[in-house]
């Protein structure tokens, strides 16, 4: 199963899955945990287990515990920087598309709405905090970005595996530059667990916040009304400043002796 049939197959299990779901007038509940489930679990278990089987690569080789403790502060620091950067620079382009397409800016400026029920509660936090986590990091780091980087180039790799999973993303920018410092952890380590685990982290940040904090908070930059898009513009552009500076400094810290790595990597794979 090449790489190029991920999406067709993917189609065929969310359309096979959401047949029988109309078929039985399911709720709209229903429909979320199924498909969560084909998206996140069937598909990339049917999906990896036999790439990995084919390409005779056990899982340890790419997903194991060793040097995981001394990156924890790295990545507890970056998942700070990522959300902050992400705020501001969302708010950014919802500055840039309010004057062209203030309808769309409406559209991502939707509150996300909040199941009503504890099970569905419990699951959606399981998807975004373990599932989503998982499946993505196997799909653009473990399997996409080698494939870019093997017809590409290291950067080709990197920056073309970040793209993909930023359209997936309404925070196309914030989503990329994620995906960049991920790639590049993944690159140095060659440990997939250490992207998911901060991947985890980022996405466990990002729902506490939507669960637990006001919806207006923090007050000063925080964006509830199309009109705070131009009035906090300051304060918001003071952070995308900041939080930008931070992760390009984040980026070269991570590039450090990157060809070498991955040359060596390539090597240890041939062997």
């Known amino acids: 199963m090449k790489l190029r049939y991920f999406i067709p197959f993917m189609l065929v299990a969310f359309i096979g899955s959401i047949f029988p779901l109309v078929i039985m007038e399911a709720s709209l509940e229903t429909f979320d ?21 084919k390409q005779n690569v056990p899982l340890s080789n790419v997903v194991f515990f060793k040097g995981i403790a ?56 399981f998807s975004v905090v373990i599932l989503a986590p998982i499946a993505e990091e196997f799909m653009f780091r473990g399997l996409l970005l080698k494939r870019l980087i093997g017809k590409t180039s290291v950067w080709g790799g990197i920056i073309l595996s970040s793209f993909f999973f930023g359209i997936l993303h309404a925070d196309i920018l914030g989503a990329f530059a994620f995906g960049v410092i991920a790639s590049l952890l993944y690159l140095q380590t060659g440990n997939l667990l250490i992207p998911i685990l901060l991947h ?9 916040l939507m669960f637990l904090a006001p919806p207006d908070w923090p007050t000063s930059i925080s964006i509830m009304e199309l009109s ?18 931070l992760m390009v ?10 060809r070498k790595k991955t040359q060596e990597q390539a090597m240890d794979s041939v062997g």
């Open 33 to 53: 945990v199924v498909i969560s489930l084909v998206v996140y679990i069937l598909v990339p278990a049917v999906f990896f287990g036999y790439y990995f089987r």
């Open 70 to 125: 001394k990156w924890l502060p790295s990545m507890a620091g970056i998942v700070l920087i990522s959300i902050l950067f992400s705020i501001s620079i969302f708010w950014l382009q919802l500055y840039a598309l309010l004057p062209v397409a203030p309808g769309l800016v409406s559209f991502f400026m939707e509150p996300i709405p909040i199941p009503e029920t504890p099970w569905t509660i419990f699951f959606l936090i």
């Open 200 to 208: 985890m982290l980022n996405n466990s940040l990002a729902i506490t």
């Open 228 to 245: 705070d898009i131009t009035s906090k513009a300051v304060p918001n552009a003071i952070l995308l400043g900041v939080s930008m500076i």
């Open 249 to 258: 400094a984040v980026i070269i810290w991570l590039m450090r002796g990157l």
